[in-house]
């Protein structure tokens, strides 16, 4: 039995599920959120606990079985808490403005790179050198937080770029063999 699989899904006050079929739909004080789960494993409302069930033992069934549940319990977590990334720019004149809905990036280019927020993805510049990414689907604040850090990676010499909070980036030493032959 899976490990992650097995544990129940706590429902929150002031969020709803409604399950239809193999479709489960979470609402909640921040959103609504909709998913479809495979047809091998099935989602049961017990009071106020969401259990997530496989249908048999089969390596496919007991491999969707701890991701479906943990999917789920993405969804409720989301409406009812909402997601967060947040991001470090280090470079000298590197930095974040946050104008309406539009977030401009300074990162050394001949240009400024500017990022729109999306209907369900809103993004914060509370200084110039932090960005947060918010949201209520974990996938989509992920992506879009790794689609801001590739406009300019971290670089290992310096390490100037832009990095998720609590990264660590590993240094090279530069040019150790200078004057020798």
Do not use: C, W
């Amino acid at each position: 039995m899976s490990r992650i699989g097995k544990k129940p899904i706590p429902v929150p006050s002031g969020v709803s599920v409604d399950i239809q079929g193999n479709t489960v739909t979470v609402k909640g004080p921040k959103g609504t959120l909709s998913s479809t789960l495979k047809p091998k494993v099935s989602v049961t409302l017990e009071g106020d606990n969401l259990i997530v069930s496989r249908e048999n033992d089969e390596k496919e069934a007991r491999s969707l079985h701890g991701l479906s549940r943990t999917l789920v319990a993405n969804m409720v977590e989301g409406v009812s808490v909402g997601f967060k990334k947040e991001l470090e720019i280090n470079g000298v004149g590197y930095r974040a403005a946050k104008q309406g809905k539009t977030l401009t990036l300074t990162l050394g280019f001949s240009h400024p790179v500017t990022v729109d927020d999306t209907d369900d993805i809103r993004t914060e510049s509370p200084a110039q050198n932090k960005i947060i990414v918010l949201g209520i689907d974990k996938q989509k604040v992920g992506q879009f937080a790794a689609e801001i850090r590739s406009k300019r990676p971290p670089e290992p010499y310096k390490g100037k770029g832009v990095k998720y909070a609590g990264e660590t980036i590993i240094r090279k030493e530069g040019k150790a063999g200078k004057g020798k032959k």
